[in-house]
């Protein structure tokens, strides 16, 4: 059963930064397409950054460009976010989704992957 973990959320002040992580029982951990998204109270998912398979140059939102920074290992199944600079509009649910096959038009279309976990929340204080 494919499984993806979040954990690493928590409540910072703004300027701060959080490092999320996201563990995943996936039968070949690298041949899979990361991406994380995240969900602020009352919008809809939105996308933050994706990692194609076998560790490709990752692709951010242009909200979080220069600010965050996606890696994998995949010796140990799991991705990270970095994230510096924060502020309060970054104040979401971080999910992170898998999927086997993206083309990079489609890293940022929710709907593309078939594997979800189930969250870690980030709060920001202004």
């Not at 039968?27 to 602020?40: C, E, I, N, V």
């Not at 290992?73 to 104040?91: E, G, H, I, P, V």
């Not at 649910?93 to 038009?105: K, N, P």
């Amino acid at each position: 059963q494919v499984q993806l973990v979040e954990s690493g959320g928590g409540l910072v002040p703004a300027g701060g930064f959080l490092r999320p992580s996201c563990k995943a029982s996936l039968p070949t951990f690298s041949a899979y397409t990361l991406g994380w998204f995240r969900q602020a109270p009352g919008s809809e998912l939105e996308f933050v950054a994706a990692m194609k398979r076998h560790n490709s140059n990752p692709y951010y939102a242009n909200a979080v460009k220069g600010r965050f920074t996606m890696s994998r290992d995949n010796a140990k199944a799991t991705a990270y976010l970095q994230m510096n600079s924060l502020s309060a509009n970054d104040t979401a649910v971080y999910f992170c989704a898998a999927d086997q096959q993206l083309i990079t038009s489609a890293l940022g279309v929710t709907s593309q992957y078939d594997y979800w976990g189930q969250g870690t929340q980030v709060t920001v204080s202004s």
